[in-house]
């Protein structure tokens, strides 16, 4: 078990590296949101565009304060809630591409880094996932030892 409580403080580590990017990405979408429109995302800065990415920015503090609170009130949550933030963005484009041909026009500079954000988040989540599947299945996942 030392091992999983391990890896469920790798987890929350993350988790909470995970809201402070969040943090950041808050103050960039409010702000700085011209700045971050003209610059990272590479859109036309006009007041829709800029409500959008300010909304967007309301919603980077959320998690960003909800994730801070799941590592200090409730760590043993951060595994799932690391699992949910790529499917989350993965239904949500799923939903804007296949039902809404939404394509992006603008370079979205910040789409990058958002690809080892969410790459992290699953790759950590899955870990923790597998290696707890196999300190509780080890006869079926091939491992000799037991809990």
Known sequence: MRNNERLLNICAAVLFLAG?????RG???????????????QIQPTSDSLVLMGSFGISNFLTA?????????????APYVL?????????????????????????????????????ICLVTSLVYFTNRAILFYPKEMGNKKSR
């Open 27 to 41: 103050i960039l979408h409010t702000f700085q949101v011209r700045y971050a429109a003209e610059n990272l995302a």
């Open 20 to 24: 402070l990017m969040d943090f950041i």
């Open 65 to 77: 304060f909800i994730y801070v609170l799941i590592v200090v009130k409730a760590k043993k949550l």
């Open 83 to 119: 699992l949910l933030v790529p499917v989350s963005y993965l239904l949500g484009g799923y939903g804007l591409l296949h039902y809404q041909r939404v394509l992006m026009e603008s370079p979205f500079v910040g789409q990058y880094m958002m690809r080892y954000y969410l790459g």
